[in-house]
């Protein structure tokens, strides 16, 4: 069976790579048969974002979705095991508790360090690998790529956070990891849709967006966790919640819209085989970013209450 799936553009190609790590809830018999109830349920995984992003190849952009589940392997961790957010509790790339701190294994069935070594080969490198060749050929053919990596969360852990999440989280490693234009252009369509949203607060981006992004060589990648309330019920059976997801998907498509349409002026701005962002563009995030801090660290909108 395939690791992932890949849905290439519709229409002309743009620079655009969508990747889904987290949706995934293929699971191995081997290694289902090792887990405890709770861990069967995949309360963890990302549900329902295929259909969410299912637009994505009508705007010229490929989409990348893992078909296995997180607690199998975590694509957006590091190989070798160094912490995203040090100080901070997180999972590991074979996690071994939820969310909820419920045991994921069996007693005496935890992943030794050669099995995880053994996972590491045989369903992470594979799709970095992956992503690593979808994104060579789009600068290959454009001169530059974007990568958009794609979560979604429920609003409340509080195993890692105080309090209900904001509904749209963008990740640019502190500004490190795209062009300041294009964060610019998402967070526009943000401020102007009926969601909170937040700045690298408190998602960065993980592995996928910090190990590719590298503007200087003209690749740029973004992240954006969501809040599950946005467009599903978080409680079991997680079901997709259509009313909800056709309110999100239009602002979905534009801030992506809106990230194609600064490459332009990024091409133009830069010198050949660089792209660089446009005078005073940093400084318009950085002041984008001091709005979305309130006193408890997120912006909330007039519709916090719903979204």
Not at 188 to 195: K, L, N, Y
Not at 215 to 242: I, K, T
Request: hydrophobic share 40%; aromatic share 10%.
């Amino acid at each position: 069976m395939s690791l992932f799936t890949l849905h290439p553009p519709q229409t002309e190609m743009t620079p655009l790579l969508v990747t889904i790590p987290h949706t995934g809830t293929d699971v191995p018999p081997q290694i289902l048969a090792r887990w405890t109830d709770a861990a069967k349920a995949l309360p963890d995984t990302d549900w329902h974002l295929a259909p969410l992003y299912d637009f994505v190849p009508r705007i010229g952009a490929g989409l990348l979705v893992a078909r296995y589940s997180r607690y199998v392997i975590d694509l957006n961790r590091p190989a070798d095991g160094h912490a995203l957010y040090p100080g901070r509790d997180e999972t590991a790339r074979v996690p071994t508790s939820t969310f909820e701190q419920a045991d994921i294994y069996l007693p005496e069935q935890l992943p030794s360090a050669d099995e995880i070594a053994e996972r590491t080969e045989r369903y992470w490198r594979p799709w970095h690998d992956e992503v690593r060749r979808q994104l060579a050929l789009r600068k290959a053919r454009f001169g530059f790529a974007v990568l958009f990596d794609a979560h979604s969360i429920r609003s409340e852990v509080p195993r890692f956070f105080s309090g209900r999440l904001p509904g749209l989280m963008l990740g640019t490693a502190d500004g490190h990891s795209c062009d300041p234009q294009m964060a610019q252009a998402a967070l526009d369509v943000f401020e102007a849709s009926p969601f909170s949203w937040a700045l690298n607060a408190p998602f960065k981006g993980g592995h996928i967006t910090r190990s590719f992004g590298a503007p200087v060589d003209g690749v740029h990648a973004l992240q954006l966790e969501m809040s599950q309330r946005l467009y599903m019920d978080e409680d079991p059976p997680f079901q997709y919640n259509p009313s909800k997801a056709d309110v999100l998907k239009p602002w979905l498509e534009r801030a992506l819209q809106a990230i194609l349409a600064t490459l332009p002026a990024l091409k133009s701005a830069s010198a050949p085989g660089q792209v660089g962002a446009a005078p005073g563009s940093a400084g318009r995030v950085a002041r984008i970013a001091c709005r979305a801090r309130s006193s408890h660290g997120f912006r909330t909108s007039a519709f916090d209450g719903l979204y």
